[in-house]
Each structure stands twice: as structure tokens, then as C-alpha cells.
């Protein structure tokens, strides 16, 4: 994901071709036998004969072809305009995802460790990467995600949907963003099709019916939405004062960060504290 | 509130097409190359008698190695011209929902596609394949030998698969003469 002017890529191709195959086009009438385009072959002697005639003294006795000098000098503004296109390549990378007049500006980690950390901690996903750019004046997040084989993608982009909500409340505007379901690299084939959660949750097998055993599907999910939001709220604040912290090196501010997740997570289990004792009282009245 | 759909749709336009950078960098190269050394070739030969001379012979001897050249010239000029030509689509479909542009290979689409086929009709995902082109995809089925699959059911699982990530699509199912023991 960049801004390089594409246009420009596709104009030098296509000069450099017209280019290629008049020459080569010239070079195979000069060096065929005269029987074969006599007429031509005639034409492109003469005309190459002409542009040699007028000559320019640059200095006593030594005489160059005009056509030389004129030559010499488009061969020099087109090395250094291949070097200004080289060097412009590639633009538009940038490490800030959103900034504003007031000179504030927020780093591509703080992004990825709110949208990117969500996604990660699922394990339908191998991996997610974030990337940024400056497209139209405006900043751009990339997302790409790698899924593993089975999962259910549209959960997935319901995620990432999610994922950015938290983001938006963060950041206070909403940054364009590209979400990528990106095919398996070769490496991908050596992860094993199902991932072991860490301490507190279950294995997922997801190549399996992944319906045996999630006894709450997601749309029966109680937790009122007020504390979804108040949850995800601490956690994303908690994260982006960590990463700050970290950045600048400021242990206050990272402990702080901590403590707002740790608020967020127990705001998160209270909900469904709740939802299972609703649970038990649904199936009493059942 | 509406975030720029503008940049959302030209971010998908550029990310399924190729950006044709890496040929044209490498051609931006050669000719750098090819003028710098033209240039330095030129200013010799005009200060030096004998490499004038020189360059007379060799231009005489290559004249019979002409038309080779002419025609590699030619075919080299063909390549960049469809290269600054074509489209240059890649296997990756896009679409831009409220808030965000979703973009997805193929390959990715064509296994979930593959996966929903064979969950719907109770056989082994070796048994199913498909292929998703720009306007149609293609799932070829090899039916277990004895018990028959309903073509409707795979056409379905295949279609509420595509509709599912927003991307519908026509779907063409075929079965393979021959079934497998599995």
C-alpha cells in the first residue's frame, strides 16, 4: 500500500516500448538484403545521412554532427529524469495513522496494538499485519490477515469490524482502513490446523463442526451492549496508555494503561457473570 | 458520519491491480545504464582517433547480427507495450462497506467456497475444489461412489458462502463421471 504515481510507471513502459521497436524495427530493414525493403531501407540511409550532415566546430579541426550534440544532451535529461523517477517510487509510506492542526499525531503501533491485538488473540487467525500510508492527503490503515484454514471469515471481518469500532472511539475519527483476507503463505502450511488457546480459554477445533460445544452462539450473547462498550472502552484507553508508556519510556504511564485494561477485563467478566446467571435462570423457567 | 468512500474505493482499485512498479524500475535501470554508457562511448570516440576506428569495425560486424537483434528489440518492445497496456487485474475481489474496504484473494474465497460444498453434502474436502474467476465460480465435485449429491445443494452451500462475504457470484457446478471410495 503506497501513493506511487502509476501512471507514471505505465508512460515509462510504454516510451521505452514505442522506443524498443522503432529501433529494432530500423536495425532489421538496415541489415536486410537490399531485395527485401529496398524503398525503406533507402529512406531511413538518407534520413540518417541527413540528420549527420550539419556538424558543429568545438574546437580547431575536430567537427561533431549536430544531431550528436542534440543527442548528448536529451541522453543527459533523461538520466536524471530516470533518477527522479527512480527516487519517487514507493511514496507515501508513512508511520502515523492520524494527525490533526493541533500537531498531535498518533504512531502506526498505537493502531496495531488496538485493532491488530484484538484480532490476534482469536485463534481462527495466524497472523495480522498492519501497515499505513498517505493516500489523497489522507492517512490510511492496511490490515492483512491470514486466517487458518476452516475459519469462518465473515466472523472474521465482523471482528474487524468490531476491532475498529474500539479503534474510532479512540482515535476520535474515522480513518479510512483496508482489511485484507490474504491467501496462506508457503510457511502457513507448516502451522497445524488448529491452535491451542492459552491459560483460560478452550482449544478451538476449528476444522471440525465448530458448533459442537460453543453452547452461546455470538447473537445470544446477553451482555447489554452499554457495557460491551464501557469494556472495550477501558481496555482500547488502557492499551494506547500502554504503548504510549512504552514508547516514551514513562513506567507510570504503562502501569496505568495496565490498570485500565485489568478495569476493562473485569467490567468485560462481570457482563457475563451476568449472562450466566441469566443463563441458569432461563433454563429454571424452561 | 461517513468516512471518504473516495479513498476507500480508489485504495481497492489499486490493491487488485498491479502496480506495475518492478518492471518499470528495472527499465528505468537499463536505459540509465545504456544512455551512460552511450554517453561515455560518444565522448571517447570523439577525442580518440582509434577508438573511432574501432567503432567503425565493430559497427560494420554488427550489421550481420542485425536482424537478431532487430527482432529481440521487437519482441522486447512488445512485452513492455502490453505491460504498459493490460490491466494487470489481480486474483483479489474488493468491497467498500460503511466503514471499511474489504479486500480478499481469491484463493481464500475459493477454499471457504470449497469448505461450506463439502460440509453441505457430508464428503471429504479432497472431494470438492474450486475456482474463482472475476465473473464466475467453478466448484467440480467428486461424489462419493454410490451415493448421489443434489446439484442444487452444492449450488446453494456455494452461493451462501459468496453472498455471506458480499461477494455473489454465479456458480457452476460440475461432478466428475466417476466417483471415489472414501
Given at each position: 500500500m503506497n501513493a506511487t504515481n502509476r501512471a507514471l510507471n505505465r508512460g515509462l513502459l510504454l516510451l521505452v516500448g514505442a522506443l524498443l521497436a522503432s529501433v529494432g524495427a530500423a536495425l532489421v530493414v538496415v541489415s536486410a538484403?537490399?531485395?527485401?525493403f529496398g524503398g525503406m531501407r533507402g529512406a531511413i540511409v538518407d534520413a540518417s545521412a541527413a540528420a549527420m550532415a550539419p556538424t558543429l566546430?568545438?574546437?580547431?579541426g575536430v567537427r561533431v554532427p549536430m544531431a550528436g550534440v542534440i543527442a548528448a544532451a536529451v541522453a543527459l535529461v533523461a538520466v536524471i529524469g530516470i533518477i527522479a523517477f527512480i527516487a519517487t517510487r514507493g511514496r507515501g509510506h508513512t508511520t502515523t495513522v492520524a494527525w490533526d492542526e493541533g500537531g498531535t499525531s498518533v504512531d502506526r503501533s498505537v493502531a496495531d496494538a488496538v485493532i491488530a491485538g484484538a484480532l490476534r488473540d482469536?485463534?481462527?487467525?495466524?497472523s495480522v499485519r498492519t501497515t499505513s500510508a498517505e493516500v489523497r492527503r489522507s492517512p490510511v490503515i492496511g490490515l492483512t490477515l491470514r486466517a487458518r484454514r476452516g475459519a469462518d471469515l465473515a466472523q472474521i471481518v465482523r471482528a474487524a469490524e468490531h476491532a475498529i469500532e474500539e479503534w474510532d472511539a479512540f482515535a476520535g475519527r474515522e480513518v479510512p482502513i483496508l482489511v485484507h483476507l490474504a491467501g496462506p503463505r508457503w510457511v502457513d502450511g507448516w502451522h497445524s490446523a488448529t491452535r491451542v488457546r492459552g491459560p483460560g480459554g478452550a482449544s478451538a477445533p476449528l476444522t471440525s463442526r465448530p458448533e459442537i460445544g460453543a453452547r452461546r452462539r455470538e447473537g445470544d450473547n446477553a451482555m447489554s451492549a452499554e457495557d460491551k462498550i464501557k469494556a472495550a472502552a477501558d481496555k482500547a484507553k488502557g492499551k494506547a496508555k500502554e504503548v504510549a508508556g512504552k514508547a516514551t519510556d514513562d513506567r507510570g504511564l504503562v502501569a496505568e494503561g495496565k490498570a485500565d485494561q485489568a478495569k476493562g477485563h473485569a467490567r468485560e467478566a462481570a457482563g457475563e457473570v451476568k449472562d450466566a446467571a441469566k443463563d441458569v435462570k432461563d433454563s429454571f423457567e424452561k | 458520519m461517513t468516512v471518504a468512500t473516495g479513498v476507500h474505493r480508489r485504495l481497492l482499485r489499486r490493491e487488485t491491480h498491479r502496480a506495475r512498479t518492478a518492471p518499470a524500475v528495472a527499465v528505468a535501470v537499463a536505459s540509465a545504464l545504456i544512455l551512460i554508457v552511450a554517453l561515455a562511448a560518444g565522448g571517447w570516440i570523439l577525442v580518440d582517433p582509434a577508438a573511432r576506428a574501432a567503432a567503425e569495425r565493430a559497427a560494420e560486424s554488427a550489421a550481420a547480427i542485425g536482424i537478431p537483434l532487430g527482432v529481440g528489440a521487437i519482441v522486447a518492445a512488445v512485452v513492455l507495450i502490453a505491460l504498459a497496456v493490460l490491466p494487470g487485474r489481480r486474483a483479489r475481489r474488493g468491497r467498500a462497506t460503511q466503514r471499511m474496504a474489504v479486500l480478499v484473494d481469491d484463493g481464500v474465497l475459493a477454499d471457504l467456497v470449497a469448505d461450506r460444498v463439502a460440509r453441505r453434502c457430508g464428503i471429504g474436502r479432497s472431494q470438492v475444489s474450486a475456482t474463482i474467476s472475476r465473473r464466475r465460480c467453478d466448484v467440480r465435485v467428486t461424489p462419493t461412489s454410490g451415493v448421489a449429491i443434489d446439484d442444487g445443494a452444492v449450488r446453494g452451500a456455494a452461493s451462501a458462502a459468496l453472498e455471506e462475504m458480499g461477494f455473489p457470484s454465479p456458480v457452476r457446478v460440475r461432478f466428475a463421471e466417476r466417483g471415489v471410495v472414501s
Open positions: 538484403p537490399p531485395e527485401r566546430d568545438v574546437a580547431s482469536r485463534t481462527d487467525v495466524l | -
